[in-house]
């Protein structure tokens, strides 16, 4: 094989009843472990591709309520997730929250914002204190995290398009966007698409155009393989490229009038929290098996309704097509900021 692969890694892998072995070289030819990632839903997978440790480490007494609606198989497959959380404003430090609650221990927190006295009546974890320090809300979310779980293995990458962050991105088991706007979400879709990875996106919105007010919020799941959020036409591609340009650039266009400055969304936590905990549950269909995740729903809070939405893929699509998986010959960090 090395002389057929000269310059590229390749594996051999044997699966069993109980078990599997298998070895990987790298392309210098040196020798190490092969370790197998399940991609998609978790119904069907076998116990033994958990690693000891992570069924080893759950409280009897800490998650006794949970082990008792999930089971043990189900607590242990949350223990074993490393979960990305991209925006962690009134939607993501709340999903944070729950997150650590229901016992994910490896978190990947990306935001480069810090606390403002604005941002408190929605901000889960932050204080009056935080506000006045200007605490990056990376140092909350942690913070957050590590009054349930102090040994809990946390990465705080800075922005989205930091190369860090696409690299350390490129290796959870999930990703849950929780931005505002189009340019962040584009290049989540697109990484997603080309590694593999589960990509659980919640948006809350509120608007209010001359009396005629709209509340609710959209959760969309990307499985590999199936519609994105781009083949549910919850993608504004003009928006999304106003979002990727330089800064510079986009000053120019606002001077010259080909541009606006963006408006300050409105925003109400009661809200975020009904799309945080649906998107939730989603994500403990996905990580437990207990159902079929829905992979797109749409909330209406003045009907009071949550709707299902059937969504096919797209096979002309931009987004996942190309990217789906090509791994780093994609090259997402064509979208990092120097």
Not at 74 to 93: D, M, N, Y
Not at 282 to 301: K, M, S
Request: net charge neutral; with cysteine.
């Amino acid at each position: 094989m090395q002389h057929k692969l000269r310059g590229l890694p390749f594996g051999a892998l044997v699966l069993g009843e109980e078990g599997y072995a298998g070895t990987s070289w790298d392309a210098s030819g040196k020798e190490g472990a092969l370790h197998l990632r399940v991609i998609g839903q978790a119904a069907d997978t076998p116990s033994w591709l958990l690693n000891e440790n992570s069924r080893g480490a759950i409280s009897a007494a800490r998650f006794d309520r949970q082990v008792r609606a999930l089971g043990p198989l189900g607590q242990a497959r949350l223990r074993a997730l490393r979960v990305g959380i991209v925006g962690l404003g009134g939607t993501g430090s709340q999903v944070v929250q729950q997150l650590a609650h229901l016992g994910i221990r490896d978190l990947v927190l990306v935001e480069d914002d810090r606390v403002e006295e604005s941002n408190l009546p929605r901000l889960a974890g932050a204080t009056w204190l935080d506000a006045r320090l200007r605490r990056r809300k990376t140092a909350v979310s942690a913070r957050v995290v590590r009054r349930l779980a102090p040994r809990a293995r946390i990465a705080r990458t800075g922005p989205v398009r930091s190369p860090r962050s696409l690299a350390e991105l490129r290796h959870v088991d999930l990703i849950v966007g929780c931005v505002d706007n189009d340019g962040a979400r584009l290049v989540l879709a697109e990484l997603a698409a080309a590694h593999h990875i589960p990509y659980l996106d919640i948006g809350v919105g509120i608007e209010n155009d001359e009396g005629a007010l709209a509340i609710g919020g959209t959760i969309a799941f990307y499985l590999p393989g199936g519609p994105c959020i781009a083949c549910a036409d919850n993608l504004d591609f003009d928006e999304a490229a106003e979002d990727l340009e330089s800064e510079a650039a986009r000053r120019i266009r606002i001077e010259r009038g080909y541009a606006r400055e963006r408006d300050v969304e409105p925003s109400l936590m009661p809200l975020n929290t009904v799309l945080v905990g649906a998107g939730m549950i989603e994500f403990l269909a996905f990580a437990t098996g207990i159902r079929p995740v829905t992979p797109f729903l749409r909330y209406d809070a003045l009907t009071a309704q949550m709707i299902r939405q059937n969504v096919e893929r797209n096979d002309q699509c931009p987004i996942c097509v190309p990217a789906f998986g090509m791994g780093d010959r994609h090259r997402i960090e064509r979208y990092a900021l120097a």
